[in-house]
């Protein structure tokens, strides 16, 4: 996340049930065509475990560390069918000296009226390197901040993969440079708008990896006022409070602090973050301790697979319901 605070998407029949093994955070959507696969908490470790590892380095923009977290994310696609959205997965540019790149997937649509509009799903997979030495250790290992939102970037692709049911096309996008100043979602944003992509809405997952305390919605939004999309999402997940407004993100202006904050600046339309840090539940922000062993890898696969249903019905309502407000 930016600092001082953080640089913090039919006719939809094939929903009938989503329910969460406490084991294995299995989060079904069926009809008579489709199964969603489950979200294994095992897996969401095993994520986490890798891409805020010592051998990371704190994936901080321009080294090793961030390039070995890419390809990670590239054979990810890969394996689960995600196209590149360019030529290659890699859309490049330059922060001074520093050779930097977005990730960039898609899952097209497969409803020929919606297909060229676009949902936008995004996280930045950057950190900032080192932090304060304690007890000599020096390496920032973003666990939450970003490996969380990666991972849930990464998991959501191959969920959709498996559903195969989204009307309109899914672009799923990591971001480089967000430490720096939203470097690369500002880059990625000019970039779709000067070759005429037409985004619906953008939805960014930024520190998603600790539950929420005495709340009565899952996770915040940022931006909650701009747009009717925490209310329209919550419609499309069976009336179940997903996303919920956290007063403090108003106060601390946390919707212009991350990567959501440049596709609304060139598009004008609803892109807004979803977040579980409440400023109350996780001491390690920017901290050395920020490690995968202080995450709940159980509440994300919840999270993960309840952020389905709503995203798949954004994909195919026939009209643009999720808008701006005035």
């Given at each position: 996340m930016r600092k001082p605070i953080f640089s913090i998407a039919i006719n939809l029949l094939l929903v009938t049930a989503f329910s969460l093994n406490a084991c294995s955070a299995q989060s079904p959507v069926s009809n008579s065509k489709t199964l969603v696969p489950e979200v294994s908490v095992s897996e969401i470790q095993a994520k986490l475990n890798y891409l805020s590892s010592d051998d990371l380095l704190g994936r901080e923009t321009g080294t090793e560390g961030i390039e070995n977290a890419a390809v990670y994310i590239e054979d990810h696609f890969k394996e689960n069918g995600i196209k590149p959205f360019f030529k290659t997965y890699r859309d490049s540019f330059m922060i001074g000296d520093r050779k930097a790149y977005n990730i960039v997937g898609v899952l097209k649509g497969g409803n020929e009226e919606l297909k060229n509009e676009v949902i936008?799903?995004?996280?930045?997979?950057?950190?900032?390197?080192?932090?304060?030495?304690?007890?000599?250790?020096?390496?920032?290992?973003?666990?939450?901040?970003?490996?969380s939102g990666t991972v849930g970037v990464m998991e959501l692709a191959r969920q959709f993969s498996k559903i195969n049911s989204n009307g309109r096309s899914i672009i799923f996008a990591l971001f480089s440079g967000e430490e720096m100043g939203l470097k690369g979602s500002k880059h990625l944003a000019k970039k779709m708008k000067s070759t005429g992509v037409y985004i619906y809405a953008m939805i960014n997952l930024e520190m998603i990896g600790v539950p929420?305390?005495?709340?009565?919605?899952?996770?915040?939004?940022?931006?909650?006022?701009?747009?009717?999309?925490?209310?329209?999402?919550?419609?499309?997940?069976?009336?179940?409070?997903?996303?919920?407004?956290?007063?403090?993100?108003?106060?601390?202006?946390?919707?212009?602090?991350?990567?959501?904050?440049?596709?609304?600046?060139?598009?004008?339309?609803?892109?807004?973050?979803i977040c579980t840090f409440d400023f109350s539940n996780y001491p390690y922000y920017h901290h050395v301790d920020d490690e995968a062993e202080y995450l709940d890898a159980e509440h994300m696969a919840d999270l993960i697979g309840k952020l389905i249903p709503g995203i798949l019905k954004m994909t195919n309502t026939n009209e643009k319901e999720i808008k701006l407000l005035d």
């Open positions: 936008l799903i995004g996280a930045h997979y950057d950190h900032i390197g080192s932090g304060k030495e304690i007890q000599g250790d020096t390496i920032a290992n973003g666990a939450n901040d970003n490996a929420m305390k005495a709340k009565d919605y899952q996770a915040y939004i940022t931006g909650y006022d701009i747009s009717n999309l925490a209310e329209k999402f919550n419609e499309y997940s069976d009336g179940n409070k997903i996303l919920g407004f956290l007063p403090q993100a108003g106060q601390l202006n946390l919707f212009k602090r991350s990567d959501n904050y440049p596709f609304y600046e060139e598009f004008n339309v609803p892109a807004q973050t």
